[in-house]
């Protein structure tokens, strides 16, 4: 069935710096590839999402690049701040009315004030 | 807008008695979806609904969970015999359309442990 696997589980960073979230997928008719974040004891809210037809989108500090033939795509935040600290989760998807989103083990970030 | 709503919030029960979620999606929304989020896991899809249809529920392990979405619009997930691995944060979602279409808007969730 449809897998995503999300790299790495942990990641810690000081205030300032990059962080890079990598998914892979394995359905390879997935064209939409959203990014959520969890903050503790919160409901996800999507952050950021891409589709098949472009490479890469940005939105401020946070960027998501996609590599069809690889079946992977990367989220990218720069100048973390202390209030990117949460889960974040990323998902694919056909698009369609009956595509079912699946998404991947999440990345706890912690950024060092 | 009104968010999805989603009770009780906090349940604790004991295994093999059993719960039921309650769920009233966006005002709008055809697409209805149920998640198990097992603490540090990806939410998991149980059940996809479009209108009062069942999209996916190749996930819902159907001899102990069942779900409904009558006349299109709230839901309700019912867990019967609950076991010690069903404790976990059920999260409900809606979307004006499929998944694969665009944001998925999720409830507070309902935290189910049991004992």
């Known amino acids: 069935g449809e897998n995503v696997e999300q790299h790495p589980s942990t990641l810690s960073v000081q205030e300032g710096d990059s962080a890079v979230i990598k998914c892979t997928y394995s359905d390879s008719a997935s064209n939409y590839f959203p990014w959520y974040k969890q903050e503790l004891g919160k409901r996800p809210q999507l952050i950021i999402d891409i589709r098949s037809n472009v490479g890469e989108k940005k939105d401020q500090r946070i960027a998501v690049t996609l590599n069809k033939t690889a079946k992977h795509f990367s989220l990218h935040i720069t100048e973390t701040q202390p209030e990117d600290s949460a889960v974040y989760f990323c998902a694919a998807s056909r698009s369609s009315n009956t595509g079912k989103l699946i998404f991947g083990q999440g990345t706890t970030l912690q950024v060092k004030p | 807008e009104a968010g999805v709503a989603q009770s009780p919030r906090y349940k604790i029960i004991e295994k093999r008695q059993s719960v039921a979620f309650w769920c009233n999606p966006i005002s709008g929304h055809a697409t209805l979806y149920w998640y198990q989020q097992i603490l540090g896991q990806g939410p998991k899809l149980l059940i996809q609904?479009?209108?009062?249809?069942?999209?996916?529920d190749s996930q819902l392990p159907k001899d102990r969970f069942s779900a409904e979405r009558l006349k299109g619009v709230d839901s309700t997930l019912k867990i019967q015999p609950a076991k010690l691995e069903d404790s976990a944060v059920y999260l409900c979602?809606?979307?004006?359309?499929?998944?694969?279409?665009?944001?998925?808007?999720f409830g507070e969730g309902s935290r189910l442990t049991v004992l």
């Open positions: 979602a809606s979307s004006p359309l499929g998944a694969g279409t665009g944001e998925l808007f």
């Open positions: 609904f479009q209108n009062n249809g069942v999209v996916d």
